[in-house]
Nanobody, 115 residues
């Protein structure tokens, strides 16, 4: 079954950077688009970024465009999210998900707190 292990979260000051990583197992990683979804305290789920299976196309929410960069390494079954110029509103639990249209959650998420 789908297993996704997120890491790299933590605390950062506004304007700082963090790099999230997600290692996948249990499915053919190279064949699927991947996404990062976040949930801020008291709010619903928000699609932050997606990347095609071959990395050829990416999507970013307007709220993170120009600050976040998604990437993947199919040899390592890894997808990453580089987050720069962090804002307090980026504070959330970040999930790595399989898919870029239908989202399959498989991990516990990683907490990002920006102050």
């Amino acid at each position: 079954h789908v297993q996704l292990v997120e890491s790299g979260g933590g605390s950062a000051q506004a304007g700082g950077s963090l790099r999230l990583s997600c290692v996948a197992s249990g499915f053919a990683f190279y064949a699927y688009g991947m996404s990062w979804i976040r949930q801020a305290p008291g709010k619903g789920l928000e699609l932050v970024s997606s990347i095609y299976s071959d990395g050829s196309k990416t999507y970013y929410a307007d709220s993170v465009k120009g600050r976040f960069t998604v990437s993947r390494d199919n040899a390592k079954n890894e997808v990453a999210l580089q987050m720069n110029s962090l804002k307090s509103e980026d504070t959330a639990l970040y999930y790595c998900t399989r898919g870029s249209v239908d989202f399959i959650f498989g991990g516990q998420g990683t907490q990002v707190t920006v102050s």
